[in-house]
């Protein structure tokens, strides 16, 4: 790595973690089960088509299911004249630290959603960036030494895929935050 890549990344940390020292203490973060989630927010690496469509089918799978649902996509380069059904950043929305800026990521960061998703299988600078700064009462994302971006981390084989990462994910939400009813005296 060249002396200026580790001297940006060396001021993205400082800044990311002066960001989180400097808030006051969310009174947003509380338990949430996974049918009480009402609004979720999925944040995902939108370069491979496949993997887009796959995760536009879990978004509008979500939705027969009554949950609010807003995406934020990460293209490695902006794609001219393209539409998405799905708001978008990209490099150009990064300060030279690598800190993602920008009115898109601002706006998503604000939201209070009840759930968080970052869908991909390995955390990324941009994605723990966006989820260590979100609002969101629970963050869930992939495994990754930077404990402070996700509440949940799911740890699947790279070649399992996708599917199987938000397969166990629902399964892990499903038993976190479950309600139970006291046993009652015989």
Not at 51 to 72: C, G, M, P, S, T
Not at 127 to 154: F, N, Q
Request: aromatic share 12%; proline share 5%; hydrophobic share 35%.
């Amino acid at each position: 790595m060249g002396m200026l890549k580790n001297l940006r990344l060396k001021f993205h940390f400082k800044a990311l973690h002066n960001e989180l020292n400097n808030r006051k203490p969310s009174k947003d973060r509380s338990a949430v089960t996974w049918k009480g989630a009402k609004s979720i927010g999925i944040l995902f690496d939108a370069n491979e088509p496949d993997h887009r469509k796959r995760i536009l089918k879990y978004a509008d799978e979500l939705r027969k299911k009554d949950k609010q649902v807003r995406l934020l996509g990460y293209l490695s380069q902006q794609q001219e004249g393209e539409e998405f059904p799905f708001r978008t950043f990209s490099p150009k929305d990064q300060d030279w630290r690598y800190c993602p800026r920008g009115e898109e990521i601002g706006e998503f960061m604000s939201q209070s959603f009840d759930l968080l998703f970052f869908l991909g299988l390995q955390s990324t600078l941009w994605s723990e960036y966006v989820a260590a700064l979100s609002k969101a009462k629970l963050r869930v994302g992939p495994s990754t030494d930077h404990t402070y971006a996700y509440d949940l981390m799911i740890e699947v084989p790279e070649k399992a895929g996708l599917p199987a990462f938000i397969t166990q994910m629902e399964n892990l939400l499903g038993k976190t935050n479950t309600p139970y009813e006291a046993a009652t005296a015989t």
